[in-house]
C-alpha cells in the first residue's frame, strides 16, 4: 500500500459548529437509559431467554436468563444495518433487508453465469453489448474477492480457466425461467419483489420485506429514476466511491439514513401531539432531544473513530502508520461529502459530521458480525448427487454441464456484514461458552448464537472475537485492535 506523507489534516465545519450536540450524541447512554432500551427490545422480541446488564469494569454483557444445554439455540438476533459485499453481488441473489436467496434455483445460476460472463468481457475489453436490467447489478462492483476470506460452505470463486462454457442461449433460459432444472422445485425459493423506488439495485423476498427497508433506509438511499435528479448522482457518485475504497460506507450511509428516518417520524409524531396540547416550546431543545432518541439504537454500539481503531496492515511499516490512519481519516471524509452532497439533513446536521462518522464506522469496525447466508445451489446439487439411479443418471445430463460451468466452487454463500444489537453487546473470552453458527434451518442473514458448553441461569454469555486456537500472544495482539488486553481463565493461565 502507498501512503502519501502529505496529506492535510481534513476538515469538516459541522465538527466546530455542532460540537455541543455531536458530544451529546456521543455521550455514553446512562445505565438507567441503557437498561430500559434492552428491555424494550428483547420484550418487542419476545426474547426471555437472555439479558442485558451493565458492568462498571467491563460495559455491557449478555446473561444467560434460564439454563442452557451444549448445542441449544441461545439467540438469533435481527439485524440493525447490515449490507451485501459489493463484490458477492455478482455470485449471490438475495433479499436486500433480510438476505434469504430469492427467485429460483435456474435464476441463481444463470444469473451468475451471465454476471461472471460479463466481468470476464469487461475484464479483457471486450465489446458486450447491450444487457438486460439485471446487468445493473455489476455496476460499480468490486469483482476481485482473492483476497476475502474463504468463510464457510465454499464462499470463493473459481477462475474462468476452470469452467467450461454452456452452450448459446442456455443461460438466458435459465434467467427466464424457460429451462427448468431436474428436482429444483424441491428448492423453492421467494420470487424476487422490486425496489419500491425502481432503482433496480435492490430486491427482496416479500413486499414486507421491500416496505421495512424502505422505511427503514432505502428511501433515501434509492437510485431510481423516481429520485430526484440532483439527489440519484449524488448518491450513485457515493456509491461508485464506496464501491472502489470500502463498502463499509455503505453501511455508514445505511446508520445515518435509518438515524435520519427515524427522527423525521418521531419528530411528525411529536408536532401532531404538540398541536393538539400546546403550540410553545424550544424547537432546538425538542429537535435534539429527538435525534437523540432517533440515535438511540445506533449508539448503543461501542464507537471509537475508525481512523483510530482500524487495525494496521501488515504491508504497514509501524513508522508509517501516523500517514496511514491520516490517509484513512481522508478516505472518510471524501465519503461523507459525497453522502452529505446526498441526503443532508439540516435537522440532522450532526450526524454529517466527520466526527460522528468516523465513529459510526468505527462502531461497524469493532462491533459487526460477518454476515453469511448459505446457498441453495449448493443444496440442490448436492441433492442431484445423492440421487440414485437412472434418475441421477437422467439429471445429471441437464445438471453436469451446468455444473462445469460454475465451475469448482459451484456454490457460493451470501457475504457481507452486519451490526447486531444483542450480539454486539456479548463480551469476548478466549475459552467462550456461546459461538456465531448458522444452522441447516438458518437461510437468513440473522446472527445465530449457539451454547458450546452447557450455561447456568445468570452466568454471562461470551464469543471468541479471534480463532481461540491461536497461540497467547497472537491472540492478545489481535484483541488489542478492540482496545482491550483479555484476562480469561485461559489466558490468565497461559500467559508467560
Not at 138 to 160: F, K, L
Not at 312 to 318: T, V
Not at 426 to 455: L, Y
Not at 466 to 478: G, H, K, M, N, T
Amino acid at each position: 500500500m502507498t501512503l502519501i506523507h502529505s496529506m492535510e489534516e481534513p476538515i469538516c465545519p459541522i465538527d466546530s459548529t455542532c460540537q455541543t450536540q455531536i458530544s451529546a450524541l456521543l455521550s455514553p447512554s446512562s445505565t438507567l437509559h441503557l437498561q430500559e432500551y434492552y428491555h424494550t427490545l428483547l420484550s418487542a422480541r419476545h426474547c426471555s431467554s437472555i439479558t442485558v446488564k451493565q458492568d462498571a469494569n467491563f460495559g455491557k454483557g449478555v446473561f444467560a436468563a434460564m439454563d442452557f444445554s451444549d448445542g441449544d439455540l441461545v439467540l438469533r438476533d435481527q439485524i440493525l444495518v447490515g449490507s451485501q459485499h459489493s463484490f458477492n453481488k455478482i455470485d449471490c441473489f438475495v433479499c436486500s433487508f433480510c438476505f434469504r436467496f430469492i427467485g429460483s434455483i435456474e435464476l441463481q445460476i444463470g444469473r451468475r453465469l451471465y454476471l461472471q460472463g460479463l466481468r470476464d468481457s469487461e475484464s479483457h475489453g471486450c465489446d458486450v453489448g447491450s444487457s438486460s436490467g439485471l446487468s445493473k447489478n455489476i455496476h460499480g462492483m468490486d469483482s476481485s474477492s482473492d483476497d476475502e476470506d474463504e468463510g464457510t460452505r465454499q464462499c470463493g470463486s473459481s477462475s474462468s480457466k476452470d469452467k467450461i462454457p454452456l452452450p448459446e442461449g442456455v443461460v438466458e433460459s435459465l434467467m427466464n425461467g424457460q429451462l427448468n432444472l431436474p428436482f429444483s422445485k424441491e428448492f423453492s425459493l421467494p420470487p424476487a419483489v422490486p425496489c419500491l423506488g425502481g432503482c433496480g439495485e435492490a430486491y427482496y423476498c416479500s413486499t414486507s420485506c421491500a416496505e421495512a427497508d424502505w422505511e427503514s433506509s432505502h428511501s433515501l438511499l434509492c437510485t431510481g429514476e423516481r429520485s430526484d435528479p440532483a439527489r440519484r448522482e449524488a448518491l450513485l457518485k457515493f456509491n461508485k466511491h464506496a464501491n472502489e475504497t470500502n463498502d463499509i460506507f455503505m453501511l455508514a450511509a445505511k446508520a445515518i439514513s435509518y438515524t435520519v428516518l427515524r427522527y423525521r417520524k418521531l419528530k411528525a409524531n411529536f408536532l401532531e401531539g404538540k398541536m393538539k396540547y400546546d403550540t410553545s416550546g424550544d424547537s432546538n431543545y425538542y429537535n435534539l432531544s429527538l435525534l437523540l432518541e432517533a440515535w438511540r439504537p445506533i449508539s448503543m454500539g461501542h464507537k471509537r473513530r475508525w481512523w483510530d481503531c482500524v487495525a494496521l496492515p501488515d504491508d504497514i511499516d509501524s513508522s508509517d502508520e501516523d500517514s496511514f490512519r491520516m490517509q484513512i481519516k481522508e478516505l472518510a471524509f471524501k465519503s461523507l461529502q459525497l453522502l452529505k452532497a446526498a441526503i443532508f439533513d439540516k435537522e440532522c446536521e450532526p450526524l454529517f459530521s466527520l466526527d460522528i462518522y468516523g465513529h459510526i464506522i468505527g462502531m461497524f469496525e469493532q462491533n459487526n458480525l460477518d454476515l453469511v447466508v448459505a446457498s441453495p445451489v449448493e443444496d440442490y446439487f448436492l441433492c442431484i448427487d445423492d440421487l440414485k439411479n437412472p434418475d441421477k443418471e437422467e439429471a445429471e445430463k441437464i445438471t453436469q454441464p451446468i455444473l462445469d460451468a460454475l465451475g469448482e466452487d459451484y456454490s457460493v454463500c451470501c457475504q457481507g456484514t452486519a451490526f447486531f444489537p444483542l450480539q454486539s453487546c456479548m463480551n469476548h473470552s478466549c475459552c467462550p461458552n456461546a459461538k456465531a453458527f448458522k444452522r441447516d434451518e438458518d437461510r437468513d442473514g440473522q446472527a445465530t448464537i449457539i451454547a458450546v458448553r452447557s450455561i447456568r441461569k445468570g452466568e454471562e454469555i461470551t464469543i471468541s472475537y479471534v480463532d481461540e486456537d491461536l497461540p497467547f500472544e497472537v491472540r492478545q495482539a489481535s484483541l488489542a485492535d478492540y482496545g482491550f488486553r483479555c484476562r480469561c481463565p485461559k489466558c490468565i493461565e497461559e500467559e508467560p
